[in-house]
C-alpha cells in the first residue's frame, strides 16, 4: 500500500520531469483511481507545490535566489499568483509555435514554463525574459530593438522603433500584460508608446493571449488599448467577478484561472 505522502513525492517528481500531466497519466503511472489522483492534486496545491488545469496539473517552479533579473519587487504572494499565471499560459504553447513575449514580471514566468517545448521561435521586447531562454536548445529567441529600461523588477526595451520593427511580423500567439482591464474603458496599460507597439501586434498574430493578476480587473491605467474583445483567452490566478465573467463570455473571450 503506497501512503498519500509518498503518492505526494511522486506526483512532484513526475511534474518536475515532464513539467505538466493529466489526471489520467497521473493514475496510470500510480495505479490509483482518478479520484486519488484529483484529492492529491488538491492536497498539493493548498501547500503551494503545484497548479491544477482542467484535467491535470502543471509543474509549480519554486522561487529562485536573489539575481538583478529574476527577484520580484512583490511579496511573495504575489510572486506565486504570477508563477502560477505564467504557468498556465506557457501550457497554451505549442511545439514549433512562433509566439511573441511582451515586458513585465508575469511574461518572464511564462518564457520560464516553455523550456520543455519544442523548437520555438520566440520574439521578445523582455530583456528578462530573452536571457532566461538563451541557453534553451531547438530556441530561435530574438531580442527586438529598442530603447532598454526597467520596470518591476524585470528589463525590457521600448521605443517608436519597435512600431516599424513588428510591422512586417506575424506571430501564432502574443502574450501581453496589461495595467488596467476595465468594463467601461477596456484593457490599458501605462505609456502611450506600450499602448502604440501593442496596438501593431495585435493586427498580427491569430491570437492575443492577456496574461493579468485578479488586482487588475476593476483599474484602469493612463493608455486605452481597445476593447475586451480583443482578447482570445485572459488568463489569470483566480475567478473573475461575475459581471466580468458574463461580459467576456458575452465577447468569445475565454478565460482561464487554475483550480
Known amino acids: 500500500m503506497v501512503f498519500a505522502n509518498e503518492r505526494h513525492e511522486q506526483i512532484l517528481k513526475l511534474l518536475e ?65 504570477k508563477q502560477a499565471i505564467g504557468a498556465l499560459a506557457a501550457a497554451l ?52 530593438p529598442g530603447s532598454f529600461t526597467k520596470r518591476n523588477g524585470t528589463y525590457y526595451v521600448t521605443g517608436s522603433v519597435l512600431i516599424d520593427y513588428f510591422s512586417d511580423s506575424y506571430f501564432d500567439k502574443i502574450f501581453l500584460t496589461m495595467d488596467g482591464i476595465s468594463l467601461t474603458r477596456g484593457f490599458s496599460v ?32 493612463m493608455a486605452p488599448l481597445g476593447p475586451l474583445s480583443i482578447a482570445d483567452i485572459i488568463v489569470t490566478d483566480r475567478p473573475v467577478p461575475e459581471e466580468y465573467r458574463r461580459r467576456l463570455e458575452e465577447e468569445g473571450v475565454r478565460i482561464l484561472w487554475p483550480e
Do not use: W
Open 93 to 144: 504553447v505549442g511545439d514549433e509555435d512562433f509566439i511573441f513575449l511582451g515586458p513585465g514580471y508575469t511574461c518572464l514566468e511564462v518564457a520560464k514554463n516553455l523550456k520543455s517545448k519544442n523548437r520555438l521561435a520566440i520574439t521578445t521586447m523582455n530583456v528578462s525574459a530573452c536571457i532566461e531562454l538563451a541557453d534553451t536548445p531547438e530556441f530561435n529567441v530574438m531580442l527586438a
Open 190 to 221: 501605462l505609456d502611450d508608446i506600450t499602448a502604440r507597439i501593442f496596438h501593431v501586434l495585435l493586427k498580427h498574430t491569430s491570437q492575443v493571449i492577456v496574461c493579468a493578476a485578479s488586482g487588475k480587473f476593476g483599474k484602469s491605467a
Open 17 to 81: 520531469e515532464k513539467k505538466k500531466m493529466s489526471v489520467a497519466e497521473l493514475s496510470g503511472i500510480l495505479g490509483v483511481s482518478e479520484v486519488t489522483v484529483r484529492k492529491d492534486l488538491e492536497a498539493l496545491e493548498r501547500q503551494k507545490s503545484l497548479t491544477r488545469t482542467f484535467g491535470g496539473a502543471l509543474f509549480l517552479e519554486p522561487p529562485k535566489p536573489a539575481s538583478s533579473c529574476s527577484i520580484p519587487p512583490e511579496s511573495l504572494d504575489d510572486y506565486g499568483r
